[in-house]
């Protein structure tokens, strides 16, 4: 079989809370690229550049959601989660980034 082009076959793993899980896989479906792509691009630190599709939107959309509804409940006193808080930054960078890309 001939290959033309680069054959990837080297496996890089690594271990993390599953509160950094969680987050990861957040902004993975945040981004709307795979997760192999995501990491490679992250860990070369390339920029991530998140391009405006419905599956993006409806990730965004559920995400906001989401935090609508702990704003909700936070609504009668309590703290903010530091994930919630993550979840924030995370769509307010990709909603920015989206933004840019337009302009």
Do not use: H, W
């Not at 054959?7 to 192999?36: C, D, H, P, W």
């Amino acid at each position: 079989m001939k290959t033309s082009g680069r054959i990837r076959n080297v496996i890089v793993s690594f271990r993390m809370t599953e509160a950094e899980r969680n987050e990861l896989y957040m902004r993975i479906k945040l981004s709307g690229l795979s997760k192999q792509k995501y990491l490679i691009e992250r860990s070369l630190k390339r920029d991530i550049v998140v391009i405006g599709n419905p599956r993006i939107y409806k990730a965004l959309r559920n995400k906001i959601n989401e935090i609508l509804e702990e704003l909700k409940r936070l609504r009668g006193g309590g703290e903010v989660d530091a994930e919630i808080l993550t979840a924030i930054q995370a769509v307010t960078q990709v909603l920015n980034g989206l933004n840019e890309v337009k302009e």
